[in-house]
């Protein structure tokens, strides 16, 4: 699960952060053939500053970071508690990884903003499904 903050001040990335993006997509690519869920999160907020660097709105930074940390625990929280799947969700988030990478290539930051928010709605349905799955145990 990654958080979304491109509503406007995009800055196009940079080889630097472009370089940065494919150093975490090689970390998520060492995950799936041995899921850690201590390293998952790591990469996941490695992800979130990653992508912070691609805007220059100091207050949606600010904001986006707050609404990341809340949501973030909530969904650590779940995995840890293995109500979702770490196995799972490291082979979706390698597919978001190379999804926004491609995009980032292609410098199309709207792409990057659209497909974070599709895995955002997808990883919250992914965790309301797991937890009636739960309570109908």
């Not at 472009?18 to 053939?33: H, N």
């Not at 979130?48 to 904001?63: Q, V």
């Amino acid at each position: 699960m990654a958080c979304s903050l491109f509503a406007s001040a995009s800055l196009p990335p940079t080889e630097e952060i472009l370089s940065e993006f494919e150093a975490l997509t090689a970390r998520a690519k060492e995950l799936q053939t041995n899921p850690n869920a201590r390293e998952f999160s790591i990469l996941i907020m490695d992800f979130f500053l990653t992508i912070l660097k691609l805007t220059d709105n100091g207050p949606l930074r600010e904001i986006s970071e707050r609404f990341c940390m809340q949501t973030t625990r909530i969904w650590l929280k779940s995995l840890f508690a293995s109500v979702i799947d770490l196995t799972d969700e490291v082979i979706i988030f390698n597919r978001e990884m190379d999804d926004i990478l491609t995009a980032l290539k292609l410098g199309d930051l709207k792409a990057v903003s659209l497909i974070q928010k599709t895995h955002i709605s997808m990883s919250f349905t992914r965790m309301r499904i797991s937890y009636q799955n739960v309570e109908n145990k």
